[in-house]
């Protein structure tokens, strides 16, 4: 399936609590822009960063050498997080709760996926839920440069035995 990110959280997020998830994240990608270039969803053109919708990628024709990571590529999947999800056919109806995920093939831009997912789980708490295929430890660097940051970021704990992962391979059966 590929080193993926999921998250669980409400339909809706507060306007107030988006500007500031946003505000943070714009602000922490300033710092990250030299290493980790954002492009749109599709790996191409600029990152969508506003109160509405927060979508990127990594830029597709990256310039990095074919022998390197990203072997010329740093996209992958896109992150996509919206202040008003939408449901989509594999989610539950009945659920109150949203579930979504991101794979990112540990790729350039996965650093910017962390960020983003610690600064929203540091303003909805409870009501939002991250898990990830990496360990504490892969997610250091985000933590550590959100810590610097914003004052927080190091007390940031992946969620375990919340059904997150067991829900993303229940999509397996859908197709």
């Not at 599709?42 to 390197?68: L, M």
Request: hydrophobic share 35%; glycine share 8%.
């Amino acid at each position: 399936m590929g080193y993926t990110h999921y998250w669980k959280r409400k339909k809706a997020i507060d306007l107030k609590k988006m500007e500031s998830i946003v505000s943070d994240f714009k602000m922490a990608y300033r710092e990250i822009r030299s290493s980790v270039d954002l492009a749109g969803p599709g790996g191409v053109g600029k990152p969508i960063i506003d109160e509405i919708s927060v979508a990127f990628n990594g830029r597709r024709r990256c310039g990095h050498k074919k022998n390197s990571h990203c072997k010329g590529d740093c996209s992958h999947e896109p992150f996509l997080s919206s202040r008003i999800s939408r449901r989509t056919s594999w989610h539950d109806p009945d659920s109150k709760e949203y579930f979504d995920f991101c794979k990112t093939a540990r790729k350039p831009y996965d650093l910017a996926v962390m960020i983003f997912l610690i600064i929203a789980k540091q303003y909805l708490k409870s009501t939002f839920v991250v898990g990830s295929d990496g360990s504490d430890d892969d997610w250091l660097k985000a933590k550590q440069l959100c810590q610097r940051i914003f004052g927080y970021g190091m007390d940031f704990k992946l969620e375990r035995n919340h059904g997150l992962l067991s829900e993303f391979k229940d999509l397996d059966t859908l197709s």
